[in-house]
């Protein structure tokens, strides 16, 4: 007999129940084989956790009394150069560094100076007032006395403020003129002579800025000391061509 001829037998089929409750056990062992991966990735990351949060929470008390003592020894005047005093001059102050930990004084002072960003500046004067603020920050800001060009370039560049909770980019006279006119301030360039003057209106005009976005030095930052501000004994060496320097890399 050929193969063509040759009898099939009967296909064997199997039942629909079946088949259903062998997909049904298919599916399960999978759902079962996942759950066990994801409890055991669970278990792992909680170990780590823990282990974690115990080092990180004595890493963090640590610092947090590190940052206490400096500040009691600010505030009694053990430090050197706790007691300086203002010499009204306009400086620029930018945040250079942040902790997972920062005692409640300095994050009050970073707060107060509108320093809450990594990279952000800000205009302020150099009064008695500013003088403790600064030394509290000191570890996490850094400041200088800037040019001319400089306070033009940061406010033409980058100089915003907050209009209807957005910030907005100081590209319209007319805003300006809204929020300021009142002070006699209604142009960018009014803006820069109230900064750079830092006469009645400054803090009317540096509150109406909102802190500088500024990006990261090439090189990185240098952390500029309060005493290399108020304490020059040769007036060759002055404060402004770090700052200036700095905030042309960062413009």
Known sequence: MSDSNRAI???????ETLLKKRKANEKGAAVKARQRLELKKTKKNLRKTQFKRADEFIRNRRMVDKQGKRLRSISSGKRKGSNKKGD????????????????PQIKKALTKLRLLKMNSGVFVVCDDE?????QKVEPYVTYGVPSLKTVRDLIMKRGATMI???????????????????????????????????GDNFNTVSKFLV??????P???????????????????????DDINKLVEAMN
């Not at 037998?9 to 039942?15: E, G, I, K, L, T």
């Not at 009204?88 to 005692?103: M, Q, Y």
């Not at 500013?130 to 600064?134: H, M, P, R, Y």
């Not at 910030?167 to 301030?185: F, K, Q, Y």
């Open 164 to 198: 209807k909770g957005v910030r907005t980019p100081l590209s319209d006279n007319t805003m300006i003129e809204e929020a300021l006119g009142d002070a006699g301030v209604i142009c960018l360039e009014d803006i820069v002579h109230e900064i750079v003057q830092h």
């Open 218 to 240: 090439v090189k990185g930052w240098r952390q500029k000391k309060l005493k290399e501000i108020v304490e020059r004994e040769n007036e060759e060496e002055n404060a402004e």
């Open 9 to 15: 037998p009967a296909p064997v089929y199997v039942s």
């Open 211 to 216: 802190p500088f976005e500024l990006n990261d």
């Open 130 to 134: 500013t003088v403790k603020d600064l």
């Open 88 to 103: 009204g001059k306009l400086l620029f102050v930018a945040r250079i560094k942040t902790e997972n930990s920062i005692h």
